[in-house]
């Protein structure tokens, strides 16, 4: 193997060997490519398992960034490599590209920064879902079956017997059968069947036959007898396809062609030719310079083919009306495009065109031109010659001044579309007035004033997010004004807008409703929700032909009062400053009939209401009530409504129903939950039983002190669908993660797919656990956790994306002074929100084209299409996301992280997806649950504080309530000093022990019981003896003092060597009915009866060498541990019972204990476990027969039961209740014992209580 050439490849290895791995070290421009044949993806983005485990035809090439694909095809005996993005399409390599450079600059776009890491991840089998090479083009089948059918099979001409059937070549290509001599199949004669509008028949006569038949009045039959039944069906299902067109269409999109068969050609009726997402070449004999041939073609799409230049012989097809070329890359367009007389239609979006060549003035009848997303800085002058065009496309371009004056001599242009531009100013070169352009949408720009009174005749436009200040316009013609989230202050129109009918100007700081909106005789939509409103004028309220009215987040104190009947249908108040409604609001009017009669929808939401007028009762067309989060104790009449379905009362002071006799047939949904003075009775319940969806509070389930739960923190998580079928939300939730020194918290949002979160549920934990290991550095395992997470998605992640937050606490080793410290990273919508000191602070941020000018001008920049809706070629508004891998460059999986110290004014920390947050502010969000005590209740709250806000998609939230500070650490302090660098001091004596105390549920030392203590208590501390820690010294109880005990507030010092996680086994033996052992009657010293069982718990996790190399051995003159000690534990021993050394302490020498740092010498010393712990032999025989012996439990031998189970009871019977008590108080004396003799203590036995 040559290792000193930079241009060497080392060829056909099936994996890496020791030789590789340390050649590929030498340097981190050296890497490997792996090569899969041509036959393991037949269909690629179906079958996975093939392409991926098929060994014979995947080998790796390895090279470095400077071999181009030519080395590589002279090594490999290949005439081309091929390169396949994300399972999509495959384009062959050039000989001069660089394959490793590729893998390379892959990686690094999607975020990977370390060229070590680069090299390792180019390493990974599991990248080829995202990016494969092959050796010979792959091929699917049905595609195969969309460009052409082949095949020499029995024919007969006509449905008469008069010709015989021969042997023929048969073509189905296109829209034509094409029937020729096999020996002269290209210079003999060849019959051609158009199928257009023809037919293909079953011949029942003759086995697997198909009769084919042209349209027309003399229409020709042929007659072709299949071998087998698969090729029968597919050409019945090919043929069904063509004949059922009515134009001569041909569909040859994403094939991965270069070229389009010669076949093709014979089809001279081809109207429409689809060749989008291809890579089609110039210079082939199928390319793009054969395709005048085609004489009746009328529209081609070659868009997304990579051309870079614009094919010039494309310009002698005069038939072509329809031509789109968006996504190629062109740069300039050749003046020969002028001769294209007939053209109606170009499509030029997504290339990178600055000006548009004179010649193409010419085309008099083309009526439509988009030359959106290109780099134009103006509106080219060309538009002035194209008269049949009405409307300028040109979105995402790089226009910053608009010269209104160029639009005033272009009379023939109606709709202009500037949307996404850098539009600052706008020039008037004269007082002229343009009488022409109707429609304008300016959305996304960098306006900060705009002044279009000289548009007379203009009826619509879109100015959203810009930053406006003053806005003005012309009202003669104005029918619909979108201004939504800018800073208005005025708005002036003038004249009145009589035309005017939706008016939308939310998320401004308006101080009051414009006149001229009050003064509009035709509006129906008004929404100034967002602003900042103090009153609402009654000339608003008394128009005749508003409908919908949205009035929601100002600071309206009052409504006024109605006069006349008015055909409002909606009315949204929510979020204001409302303490009462006006007794006459729904009361009859002067014309007796009611003044809001035609009201369906009600949001009184978020005010500080009473009470709700009787006289709604007289809106009998009321569907939907929403009032929650209000002072309402009376429950309002709306029972007696005859339509009513939607009645949201939550979060009130509700005391009572009052139920009619029949409840309306129509309820469907009743929300009565957070009303804590609510009781409902049984027969109110019953009333209720027919609503589909009936929210009351539940009763408060008993907790158990047993239930492990971490000190700093705690969860609670609440998950709603909405309306949809599926919930596509997940979430993540490790109190005790890495070690039990840290948690890990996240939310996975999948839009409108619930497999990717659930994917990410279950494997981004592990996936930061590995890479925690590897890296200090919170951005860069934060970073890499996410990017390889993106590539574990596999072949799922092709086409599915989902949003990600993941949350990580751990221990501030930055900063000894705080305790812990919180990373956040995310990608997509879902954000989280830390509480400190009652106020919110953003942890996250949105990757949304709306919400982050910079990642929508990347997008932009890398032309992508940008539909109206802002969303990356029509799929998505993120701009970030794990998974949508065939969007890539556009959408990537690099995270945005933030890292903060958490103090002890942090109080809580709240997760939530897209929905949550969209219908939340942070604000309202914190205030809502900061004084909630249990986090579920919390979590369950924001859910249904959403839903009530009108939120119908999928909704999670999580509430994670922090409690950071010295008083919650349970370290034994007494004595010792935190560890250091060089960890514990080893010959530290405590003096003065103190008491024993219970400790916290993540300790693994095991309480002392006092004769006070209540069977309850006792039954809880019985429960709660799992071990979450698992830094075991070792068992060498002589040798080793006892590890002290610590929090997570101050972890003891780890090694290096690296656990995953702690595990914990549970060993029952059966006892008799009493809790005392059958054979001798009496208690075991050290071990705690349950009444049932005897549970011994011990921590069998690997002993750490490098501990047990280092451990400090006790002096001889040195004191032995007095009672206290050994009853806290400080020394570890193991007892068993009913066994041969029952009650003495097994032995244990140190020479036995130290295990080594190999796994194979490790085997030698002791026994290797399936959860990879390592025992001596000996001694383990005891547990492992303990184990096997013992009856089995739900949560298993090697798992810490999470909570009390029904019968672990402390049951004393009741004829045995004094001769307990006694032991107990004997048990309690001996604690206080005179301390020994130093002769006393030479003899004592080593023989110590163990603490488990």
């Keep these: 193997m040559k290792r000193n050439g930079s241009r060497n490849c080392l060829n056909r ?35 996975t398992s093939s392409a991926a485990s098929s060994s014979s035809d995947l080998h790796l090439v390895l090279c470095t960034v400077e071999t181009p694909a030519s080395e590589i095809c002279a090594g490999e005996g290949r005439e081309s490599l091929y390169l396949q993005l994300h399972g999509d399409l495959v384009r062959r390599l050039e000989p001069t590209e660089r394959p490793l450079q590729i893998v390379y600059d892959y990686l690094s776009r999607l975020g990977f920064d370390d060229p070590a890491r680069i090299q390792e991840e180019a390493a990974n089998p599991d990248l080829g879902c995202m990016l494969r090479f092959y050796g010979e083009k792959p091929c699917q089948m049905d595609h195969l079956d969309r460009i052409l059918l082949s095949g020499i099979y029995n024919v007969r001409k006509g449905k008469t017997q008069l010709h ?56 020709q039959t042929y007659l072709v007898s299949f071998e087998t039944l698969a090729e029968y069906q597919r050409w019945q299902r090919q043929a069904s396809k063509v004949v059922s067109q009515r134009i001569s269409t041909v569909d040859l999109s994403c094939h991965s062609l270069e070229e389009v068969p010669e076949h093709l050609f014979y089809s001279q009726d081809i109207t429409y030719l689809n060749l989008r997402h291809n890579f089609m070449q ?26 870079g230049s614009f094919p010039v012989l494309l310009c002698e097809i005069p038939t072509l009306t329809e031509l789109n070329l968006s996504c190629n890359g062109f740069q300039d367009l050749p003046s020969q495009i002028g001769s294209l007389l007939n053209l109606q239609t170009l499509c030029l979006d997504g290339n990178f065109l600055t000006t548009l060549p004179e010649e193409l003035g010419n085309l008099q009848q083309l009526s439509s031109l988009g030359i959106s997303f290109n780099n134009f800085s103006q509106i080219p002058e060309v538009y002035e010659k194209l008269t049949m065009l009405d409307k300028v496309f040109m979105a995402g371009n790089r226009v910053e001044v608009l010269n209104l004056g160029v639009l005033n001599r272009m009379s023939h242009i109606k709709h202009v579309d500037l949307r996404m531009n850098r539009l600052k100013t706008m020039i008037i070169e004269n007082l002229e007035g343009n009488k022409y352009i109707t429609h304008m949408d300016l959305r996304d720009n960098q306006l900060t004033d705009l002044d279009l009174s000289s548009f007379c005749n203009l009826e619509q436009l879109h100015c959203e997010r810009n930053q406006l200040r003053e806005l003005t316009l012309s009202g003669f013609s104005l029918r619909t004004l979108y201004a939504n989230s800018n800073r208005l202050t005025t708005v002036n129109v003038y004249p009145v807008p009589s035309l005017l009918t939706s008016l939308e100007l939310s998320r401004n700081l308006l101080e009051c409703v414009p006149d001229w909106a009050c ?39 009052s409504l006024p009062t109605l006069v006349e009947h008015i055909p409002l249908e909606v009315l949204d108040v929510q979020h204001n400053l409302l303490t009462r409604l006006p007794d006459t609001l729904f009361s009859k009017a002067l014309n007796k009939l009611n003044k809001l009669e035609q009201l369906e929808e009600l949001n009184l939401s978020g005010n500080k209401l009473k009470t709700i007028p009787t006289t709604i009762a007289n809106c009998k067309r009321l569907h939907t009530l929403v009032a929650h989060s209000n ?3 009376i429950f309002p009449e709306i029972l007696q409504l005859p339509q009513i379905q939607f009645v949201d009362l939550s979060c009130n002071d509700l005391t009572e129903i009052l139920i009619p006799e029949a409840l309306p047939a129509t309820l469907q949904d009743l929300d009565l939950t957070g009303n804590t003075n609510l009781v409902l009775e049984h027969k109110t319940l019953d009333t209720f039983s027919h609503i589909t969806t009936l929210k009351i509070d539940q009763k408060p389930l008993p907790t158990t002190d047993s239930t492990v739960t971490s000190t700093f923190w705690s969860h609670g998580l609440a998950e709603m669908a909405g309306q949809r079928n599926k919930l596509c939300v997940s979430a993540l939730a490790v109190d005790n993660f890495a070690e039990g020194v840290g948690a890990v918290y996240g939310m996975f949002d999948g839009d409108r797919n619930e497999e990717l979160p659930r994917l990410l549920q279950c494997t981004m934990a592990d996936v930061l656990l590995e890479e925690v290991q590897q890296s200090t550095n919170d951005t860069v395992f934060m970073a890499n956790t996410f990017l390889v997470s993106h590539r574990k998605l596999g072949m799922a992640g092709q086409k599915l994306g989902s949003s990600a937050l993941l949350c990580y606490i751990r221990p501030d080793t930055a900063d000894p002074m705080n305790s812990f410290s919180l990373t956040v990273a995310n990608v997509g919508t879902c954000q989280a929100v830390l509480c400190r000191g009652g106020r919110p602070v953003p942890l996250s941020k949105v990757f949304s084209l709306e919400q982050d000018p910079e990642e929508a001008q990347r997008v932009k920049d890398q032309k992508a299409i940008i539909t109206e809706d802002n969303k990356v070629n029509g799929v998505t508004c993120c701009t970030r996301l794990l998974g949508c891998t065939y969007l890539y460059p556009w959408i990537l999986p690099k995270p945005h992280i933030s890292s903060t110290p958490l103090t002890i004014q942090d109080e809580l920390l709240i997760l939530g997806n897209k929905a949550l947050w969209e219908h939340l502010s942070y604000t309202e969000a914190v205030n809502a649950v900061r004084h909630v005590q249990d986090p579920l209740a919390a979590a369950k709250k924001l859910c249904t504080l959403a839903q009530s806000y009108g939120c119908q998609d999928n909704v999670g939230a999580m509430v994670v309530y922090l409690n950071i500070g010295e008083e919650g650490c349970t370290c034994e302090m007494n004595g010792l000093t935190l560890p250091g660098p060089m960890g514990f001091a080893s010959t530290a004596i405590i003096k003065d022990p103190p008491k024993p105390t219970t400790p916290s549920s993540s300790s693994g030392i ?9 069977t309850s208590e006792v039954s809880s501390e019985v429960g709660s003896t799992a071990s979450d820690e698992h830094n075991t010294v070792g068992l060498d109880a002589g040798l080793l003092p006892r590890p002290e005990r610590r929090c997570s507030l101050h972890p003891a010092p780890t090694s290096g060597v690296f656990q995953r996680q702690p595990s914990c086994a549970t060993f029952s033996s059966n006892q008799s009915d009493n809790g005392l052992d059958s ?49 806290r534990g400080s020394l570890f021993g193991i007892r068993r019972q009913n066994s041969v050394n029952s009650g003495i302490l097994l032995p244990v020498s140190k020479d036995r204990t130290e295990l080594q740092k190999s796994p194979s010498t490790s085997c030698l010393y002791g026994k290797k476990l399936s959860n990879g712990s390592i025992v001596p032999l000996e001694d383990s025989l005891n547990l492992i027969e303990v184990a096997t012996e013992a009856p089995k ?19 004393i019977p009741h004829d045995l209740e004094e001769e307990v008590k006694e032991q107990m108080k004997h048990h309690q004396e001996s604690r206080h014992e005179p301390e020994p003799s130093e002769e006393d203590r030479t003899e004592l036995p080593e023989e110590f209580d163990t603490a488990l």
């Design 164 to 219: 015989k059937w021969a042997e023929r070549l048969v073509v189905l290509c296109g829209t034509c059968l094409i029937v020729s001599s096999v020996k002269d199949c290209q210079t003999g004669k060849m019959h051609i069947l158009p199928l257009v509008g023809g037919k293909v028949e079953e011949v029942k006569r003759r086995q697997y036959s198909l009769a084919f038949s042209s349209a027309g009045a003399q229409a």
């Design 282 to 307: 110039l210079e082939r004999p199928g390319g793009l310079d054969t395709f005048y041939k085609f004489s009746q073609l009328k529209g081609l799409n070659l868009s997304h083919n990579k051309l």
């Design 1006 to 1014: 095991a309480s002392e019981f006092s004769s006070e203590m209540s």
């Design 1079 to 1127: 054979d001798d009657d009496q208690p075991v010293e050290g071990v705690m009866t349950n009444g049932s069982k005897v549970e011994v718990e011990v921590d069998i996790h690997c002993c750490r060498g490098r501990d047990l190399e280092n451990s400090p051995t006790l002096p001889e003159n040195s004191p032995a541990p007095c009672p206290e000690d050994r009853a």
């Design 13 to 47: 290895r099936s994996r890496f060997g020791s030789r590789e791995r340390d050649w590929l070290r030498e340097d981190v421009k050296r890497g490997c490519v792996y090569l899969y044949g041509a036959d393991t993806t037949t269909a690629t983005t179906t079958t």
């Design 1193 to 1211: 439990k739900k949560t298993g031998y090697f798992a810490a039961p999470t909570q009390l189970e029904p019968e672990d009871q402390f049951v």
């Design 631 to 633: 002072h309402i104790s």
């Design 519 to 557: 003064e509009a005789k035709k509006i129906e939509i008004l929404d100034v929700s967002y602003n900042l409103l103090t009153e609402v004028p009654m000339r608003i309220l008394s128009s005749l032909s508003l409908r919908k009215l949205m009035l929601g987040h100002n600071h309206v104190q």
